[in-house]
């Protein structure tokens, strides 16, 4: 039932019990809400050190969270169909030249992250982005590009459902 | 010697933004090892493995 108030002021709608319940629960709102869709952190615990001028995935060897065990083998296949909100970023030292992440959607770069010409001691590319996932074929990886190899100081990925199909 | 090292061996003209934007080398970390995955550059064509080979 909707609530109305018309031209004059005067409100129908209301329940003979009087005003609606404001409880927010999740058979009150719009199907299409996240609730309890997968997500998943996990960053690098071993440096990676990646070849000059070469996209190489990421390898992630610690998981601070996977709530549907949809993560991998560095690796994120969502079982359930929907928007994700994805993240990865990775990190080099100075002596490499240059370093940018790259989102991959089912083994084709999809969308590229920030490029940085290194200058300072700690030097990251971040890559953020929604991606819609069908929840059975999808699967989505991170990958990095630095442009003279060497370790790297950091990496971290990680996905959450923002909204259902 | 790194498939970068062989290509860069053979068209040294070749940059870093080349390697971002219209060749794209890949590794998918499953101990397969480097290989190219697109090669879109307007002038320089793609080698051959003879040509990447004798480097």
Redesign the interface.
């Known amino acids: 039932m909707s609530m109305v108030i018309n031209g004059s002021g005067t409100i129908t709608g209301l329940s003979a019990g009087g005003l609606p319940s404001a409880t927010v629960t999740q058979a009150t709102l719009a199907t299409p809400i996240a609730g309890t869709g997968p997500a998943f952190s996990a960053y690098q615990s071993i440096p ?1 050190t ?10 992630f060897t610690t998981k601070d969270f996977d709530t549907n065990s949809n993560f991998a083998s ?1 690796t994120f296949t969502p079982t359930v169909a929907g928007y994700y909100q994805v993240n990865a970023q990775a990190q080099v030292g100075a002596t490499s ?2 370093i ?1 992440v790259s989102i991959y959607k089912n ?1 084709a ?1 999809y969308k590229s992250g920030t ?1 940085i010409v290194t200058s300072a001691s700690y030097n990251a590319s971040i890559a953020s982005i929604l991606v819609y996932c069908n929840g059975t074929t999808d699967y989505i990886d991170a ?1 990095v ?1 630095i ?1 003279t190899s060497g370790a790297l100081n950091a990496a971290q990925f990680s996905a959450s459902m923002v909204r259902s199909a | 010697m790194t498939l970068y090292e062989k290509i860069m061996a053979l068209y040294p003209s070749l940059i870093d933004i080349d390697f971002l934007t219209t060749i794209r080398l890949q590794n998918d970390s499953d101990g397969r090892g480097d290989y190219i995955a697109s090669w879109e550059h307007p002038t320089l064509a793609r080698p051959t493995e003879e040509q990447l080979n004798a480097n």
């Open positions: 990676q990646p070849a000059t001028g070469t996209w190489t995935k990421l390898t560095s030249s240059s940018s083994g770069a490029y990958y590009y442009g």
